[in-house]
């Protein structure tokens, strides 16, 4: 199966800006929908935003003003951009992508933003 590798996380003060990167083993994000979800303690994994192949994406109400999700096919890359970040955007970070029904995760990122 193809490897995500995730980076980009780490801590930013509210109102500030990060940038996640997910960079797939080989060409994935050209074929296959893929995203951005982020999960806190004790709460359920939440999508942020997709985006598939032909381009389209879509966005989380919280993310549709702050947060950008785009990629670079060719590098098997795919980015968030997080904009006027919000203590309550403190979660771990996952890239992934869907085949069919399977699911397939990177490692996860801390991102935490303090008051």
């Known amino acids: 199966q193809v490897q995500l590798v995730q980076s980009g996380g780490g801590l930013v003060q509210t109102g500030g800006s990060l940038r996640l990167s997910c960079v797939a083993s080989?060409?994935?994000?050209?074929?296959?929908?893929a995203g951005w979800y982020r999960q806190s303690p004790g709460k359920q994994r939440e999508l942020v935003a997709h985006i598939w192949p032909s381009g389209t994406t879509e966005y989380a109400d919280f993310a549709q003003d702050r947060f950008t999700i785009s990629g670079d096919y060719a590098k098997n890359t795919i980015f968030l951009q997080m904009n006027s970040v919000k203590p309550e955007d403190t979660a771990v970070y996952y890239c992934?992508?869907?085949?069919?029904?399977?699911?397939?995760w990177g490692q996860g990122t801390q991102v935490t933003v303090s008051s």
């Open positions: 992934g992508y869907r085949v069919g029904f399977n699911d397939y």
């Open positions: 080989e060409n994935t994000f050209s074929l296959y929908r």
